[in-house]
């Protein structure tokens, strides 16, 4: 079944306003919140790290604001990066399971009995490889970490909703965006300007103080959860294919049914 635009951003917006949708939000949001002290505190470090690696004169150097920075020794500031990552990822799982299951149950992983823990380490390996590539792309030349984001957009959805391993999904990733490419550059184009939107009122704060910085992760919450479900939503419609035959099993009728449903 090909991608459906439109059809993933309404489903992802009638995600977002149901229960489930806005506690997932609430969760994002808080979260968010609490690990802006560890994230701050590494943007100020790398900051740092990189004018002195430069030699250049603090003072010409145009710092981001990280007004919660605090001072943290190297052990302390891993450590904190790997609990938020643990954590963030932990909530990527369960927002995309529950995404797809149009509840808050964390349903089995694709037809299989669910290892959810395997799953889950899964999901760290595949998601810090992601990372790597994307950051290593933007490091190099730019345009082939933005080639390797879109590329690799679906590797979360294969790993949790598929249980495919790290290279599988980063494989089904591909061809799912290669097969479809326009509709989903369009669905990223469209969550990147809808990010500018949310966020704008952020705008309105000085960025320089607590407020302002916590009003930002709290508008970016939207996005970022409204995001999961869209992308979501593109998976599934990408994963109903046609078998050789030209025939739909069981199975493919009822996720059908269900997108089909739930994208009106």
């Not at 919140?33 to 943007?43: E, F, G, S």
């Not at 990822?89 to 395997?118: K, T, Y």
């Amino acid at each position: 079944m090909a991608i459906d635009a439109r059809a993933a951003l309404r489903r992802g917006a009638a995600d977002l306003a149901t229960v489930h949708g806005v506690s997932l939000y609430v969760a994002f949001a808080v979260v968010a919140v609490l690990t802006l002290p560890i994230n701050q505190t590494l943007t100020a470090e790398m900051s740092s790290f990189f004018v002195d690696v430069a030699n250049v004169p603090a003072e010409q150097v145009l710092r981001p604001a990280t007004p919660l920075a605090i001072e943290l020794s190297l052990p302390l500031l891993a450590a904190g990066l790997v609990v938020t990552f643990l954590v963030t990822e932990g909530m990527h799982l369960f927002a995309i399971r529950s995404f797809a299951s149009d509840g808050l149950v964390i349903a089995p992983a694709g037809g299989a009995d669910g290892n959810l823990l395997m799953t889950y380490v899964t999901l760290l390996l595949a998601s810090l490889a992601v990372q790597v590539l994307v950051y290593a792309g933007l490091f190099l030349l730019v345009i082939p970490g933005l080639i390797a984001a879109v590329l690799l957009v679906f590797v979360r959805q294969a790993v949790v909703l598929k249980d495919l391993g790290v290279r599988d999904a980063i494989r089904r990733s591909i061809t799912l965006v290669r097969d479809a490419i326009v509709p989903v550059t369009l669905l990223l184009i469209v969550l990147l300007v809808l990010s500018f939107v949310v966020g704008s009122p952020a705008a309105l704060v000085d960025p320089e103080t607590i407020p302002g910085q916590v009003l930002s992760v709290v508008l970016g919450s939207v996005t970022t959860v409204y995001g999961i479900a869209v992308v979501t939503a593109a998976f599934q419609q990408a994963e109903i294919e046609e078998p050789s035959t030209g025939a739909l099993d069981a199975d493919d009728l009822d996720r059908r049914s269900l997108v089909d449903e739930r994208s009106s």
